[in-house]
């Protein structure tokens, strides 16, 4: 009885090892997978109650009963209306035993913001993958995930709502680099705006339109857009920045502001708020200075004048040489002539009476 249990013994370990090696020597990751030794998972979450702009996790999973050998490459595929990134770099690795099995789980998590509402469909994710296959060494290839389909719907709350931040965390603040009193013109105060959400991207946070009105000019700044992670929680935040200038006194009022936001974790609208700041500055007004005209030459005028200047000086060594040459009577001759012509040039067009030398010039 013994050798009989011995024997069947052996025999399922030799059945056991058959199996095994028949695995093992698979050529290709769909083989494994179909032997149950390769399993890839996605899931959604959340998966229902989603509104535009929510961030939703994509959840891949890739399982085997043996070790990757290999880093894992993934193809983000194109949804239109969805917007997918891989924000983390590594995988989450762990290892599990089921029904007395010993598994590697390799998880990676995508971040779906989907721009409006619809149902939508993401297809397999395609993954490149290296494990290992016992003695045929490593295989490596293509695999896919299970497609996931879901729907993005408008609450009654949000329908006359134009922008809103969805997030289960959201904050406005604002600040300024010193006191708003005794301004007088001329003083100038810098105004910073500061949004925080988590589970958004910093290029999903509102922007600050800064106040322009007479008087008060304002230079606002680029604004600073910055994405982290803490302990798996995406953070991000945009802080605006506005230079004033006090260039008149007089009363001044920086207004109110509200953003919305969707609270995903009560499923809930708040409004949040910033204060209108009221501004006062005292001293005299500023008269405007009368502008003064400069002379402006530019290279080709400067070349003209000097050009007239080297003319002029020409006609003045002609003019010495000739009067070396000339007598002095035949000099006193030709200036003469040249006042005679002059007068000439001023003499009245018409007589100065009419019928000159008649009874009628009486």
């Known amino acids: 009885m013994t050798s009989v249990r011995h024997g069947l013994a052996q025999y399922l370990l030799l059945c056991a090892a058959a199996i095994f090696s028949a695995v093992a020597h698979g050529t290709s990751l769909q083989e494994l997978q179909a032997s149950g030794h390769l399993k890839i998972n996605s899931s959604l979450k959340p998966d229902s109650g989603i509104v535009p702009g929510q961030r939703v996790e994509l959840t891949l999973e890739t399982i085997t009963d043996t070790w990757f050998t290999g880093g894992t490459r993934i193809s983000i595929p194109e949804v239109p209306g969805l917007v997918i990134l891989q924000t983390e770099q590594f995988a989450s690795n762990a290892s599990e035993t089921r029904h007395g099995q010993s598994w590697v789980i390799q998880r990676w998590t995508l971040d779906v913001f989907p721009q409006r509402a619809g149902d939508f469909t993401i297809d397999g994710v395609t993954l490149q993958i290296q494990i290992n296959a016992g003695e045929d060494g490593n295989v490596a290839g293509e695999v896919r995930s299970p497609p996931q389909h879901f729907s993005v719907a408008i609450p009654e709350s949000l329908a006359e709502v134009k922008h809103w931040v969805a997030a289960p965390q959201f904050r406005v603040s604002q600040s300024f680099n010193h006191s708003l ?166 003499k009245p067009a018409l007589a100065t009476k009419l019928n000159p030398g008649s009874s009628s010039e009486e």
Do not use: C
Not at 244 to 270: C, D, F, H, I, R
């Open 181 to 346: 009193k005794g301004l007088t013109v001329g003083d100038a105060f810098e105004h910073e705006v500061r949004f925080e959400a988590s589970d958004v991207l910093a290029m999903m946070l509102p922007d600050y339109d800064a106040a322009q009105q007479p008087g008060l000019a304002a230079y606002p700044f680029a604004p600073t857009l910055d994405n982290s992670s803490n302990r798996g929680q995406n953070l991000a935040s945009r802080t605006e920045r506005t230079s004033y200038v006090v260039e008149q006194p007089g009363q001044y009022l920086l207004p109110a502001q509200e953003y919305y936001w969707w609270n995903t974790q009560s499923g809930k609208l708040e409004l949040l708020s910033l204060p209108e700041t009221h501004i006062e500055v005292t001293g005299a007004a500023v008269s405007e200075q009368p502008t003064t005209t400069r002379l402006s030459i530019s290279p080709q005028q400067w070349l003209l004048l000097g050009a007239g200047l080297a003319l002029l000086l020409g006609a003045v060594l002609l003019a010495r040489r000739l009067l070396r040459k000339l007598p002095i009577a035949r000099w006193r001759e030709l200036l003469s002539q040249q006042l005679h012509r002059l007068r000439a040039l001023f």
